[in-house]
C-alpha cells in the first residue's frame, strides 16, 4: 500500500504497507450485483479498501488471479465478484480486441509504474 501527496511542486510516495500474494487467502468484492469499489481482501487479517472504480477493483482482481495462476498455482478464493467479469475471454467476446489490448496496455503500463516506485534493497 503506498501513500501519495504533493509537496510544492513533487509528488511523494511512501510505501505503507507490503502483503504478499502467497498469504492472501480470499478476495471478497462484497456485493457482485451492484457497482461498488469496495472490497476486502484476506491475509492472517481482513483490510477494508476501496478502489478507484468498480472497474479498477475488478481489474485488480483479474490481476492477482493471473499472477496466482502463473507464479504460485494455490486455490485464492474470489468472492463476490461477477465470474463474467473475472474471465479474459468473457471481455475479448463481449467489447471486441481493441479494449482488451488498450486494458493489457494500460495493465502493463501500470505494472511498470508501480516496479518504479519500489526501492532496490
Same mark, same amino acid.
Given at each position: 500500500?503506498?501513500?501519495?501527496?504533493?509537496?510544492?511542486?513533487?509528488?511523494?510516495?511512501?510505501?505503507?504497507?507490503?502483503?504478499?500474494?502467497?498469504?492472501?487467502?480470499?478476495?471478497?468484492?462484497?456485493?457482485?450485483?451492484?457497482?461498488?469499489?469496495?472490497?476486502?481482501?484476506? +491475509?492472517?487479517?481482513? @483490510?477494508?479498501?476501496?478502489?478507484?472504480? $468498480?472497474? !479498477?477493483?475488478?481489474?485488480?482482481?483479474?490481476? *492477482?488471479? #493471473?499472477?496466482?495462476?502463473?507464479?504460485?498455482?494455490?486455490?485464492?478464493?474470489?468472492?463476490? +465478484?461477477?465470474?463474467? @467479469?473475472?474471465?479474459?475471454?468473457?471481455? $475479448?467476446? !463481449?467489447?471486441?480486441?481493441?479494449?482488451?489490448? *488498450?486494458? #493489457?496496455?494500460?495493465?502493463?503500463?501500470?505494472?511498470?509504474?508501480?516496479?518504479?516506485?519500489?526501492?532496490?534493497?
Amino acid at each position: 500500500m503506498i501513500k501519495h501527496w504533493r509537496a510544492d511542486r513533487e509528488e511523494k510516495y511512501e510505501i505503507i504497507e507490503r502483503w504478499f500474494l502467497k498469504d492472501l487467502d480470499m478476495i471478497d468484492g462484497k456485493e457482485a450485483d451492484t457497482d461498488n469499489p469496495y472490497f476486502d481482501m484476506h +491475509f492472517h487479517k481482513v @483490510y477494508n479498501l476501496e478502489a478507484y472504480s $468498480c472497474a !479498477s477493483k475488478y481489474t485488480f482482481a483479474r490481476m *492477482l488471479n #493471473k499472477l496466482n495462476a502463473m507464479y504460485l498455482k494455490k486455490d485464492l478464493k474470489i468472492v463476490n +465478484f461477477d465470474d463474467t @467479469y473475472l474471465n479474459d475471454d468473457s471481455i $475479448c467476446s !463481449s467489447s471486441g480486441g481493441d479494449f482488451l489490448v *488498450l486494458m #493489457k496496455l494500460c495493465f502493463y503500463t501500470s505494472n511498470l509504474f508501480c516496479l518504479s516506485l519500489c526501492p532496490l534493497s
